[in-house]
């Protein structure tokens, strides 16, 4: 990982556009970004797709997942979740997946 759940913590700020390292966090926060999306079911990674600074998203999931009220927003995604196009499988484990979570 060389470091990039500084990213996730914030530990790295966001540096000024014409800083020289800017390019290179972009590309750093972007990496760690879609790693987040696909480790997530594809439900959730739609609530978090278009958050760009990896440590705002990382704070969602984290404040949507907490002990607290993790039931209440599970419960919801549960409720949200429909099949719709999927296939019968990719449904079933999205509906695993919210259900490995539920019992964290």
């Not at 759940?5 to 750093?28: H, M, Q, T, Y």
């Not at 594809?42 to 404040?63: C, G, R, Y």
Request: hydrophobic share 40%; with cysteine; aromatic share 8%.
């Amino acid at each position: 990982m060389n470091n990039k759940f500084k990213f996730v913590d914030g530990s790295i700020p966001i540096p000024d556009e014409d800083d020289l390292n800017c390019a290179a966090w972009e590309r750093c926060n972007n990496l760690v970004h879609t790693w987040i999306i696909n480790s997530n079911s594809p439900s959730i990674a739609q609530s978090v797709v278009f958050i760009e600074n990896v440590v705002d998203m990382w704070n969602d999931l984290k404040d949507r997942f907490m002990r607290g009220g993790r039931i209440r927003v599970l419960q919801q995604e549960i409720a949200n979740l429909k099949q719709g196009k999927q296939k019968i499988s990719d449904y079933f484990t999205d509906l695993r997946i919210m259900g490995r979570i539920g019992s964290i």
